[in-house]
């Protein structure tokens, strides 16, 4: 059996697909690499932002459904995601993230 050496990517899903946009690219400059659909819903937005390059890691896809019900908490899902920053960049971020 083949192993990974980690997580390739996560997938989300939200409402709104231009705020979605606005945040991860506008505000903490992820790139949106890659717009596509849902092909089983070709109505539902597939968006894809990570780093420039889009290498397995970077990567977190949103699936965009506007009438989505609000969630629950359930078995083996993702309740928290987290960021890395380069050291010496703390003042930056917090500044960026206070505007």
Do not use: C
Not at 29 to 46: A, M, W
Not at 54 to 68: D, M
Not at 70 to 86: A, D, E, L
């Amino acid at each position: 059996m083949q192993k990974t050496s980690g997580i390739h990517h996560i997938t989300a899903m939200v409402n709104d697909a231009q705020r979605n946009i606005d945040f991860y690219a506008g505000v903490l400059g992820l790139r949106l690499i890659k717009k596509t659909i849902n092909f089983d819903r070709p109505e539902v937005y597939h968006l894809y932002f990570g780093n420039e390059t889009g290498e397995p890691g970077t990567v977190i896809t949103f699936f965009s459904w506007l009438k989505q019900l609000k969630g629950r908490i359930g078995m083996g899902q993702v309740g928290v995601t987290s960021y890395s920053i380069p050291p010496g960049s703390l003042e930056f971020w917090e500044e960026r993230l206070q505007k």
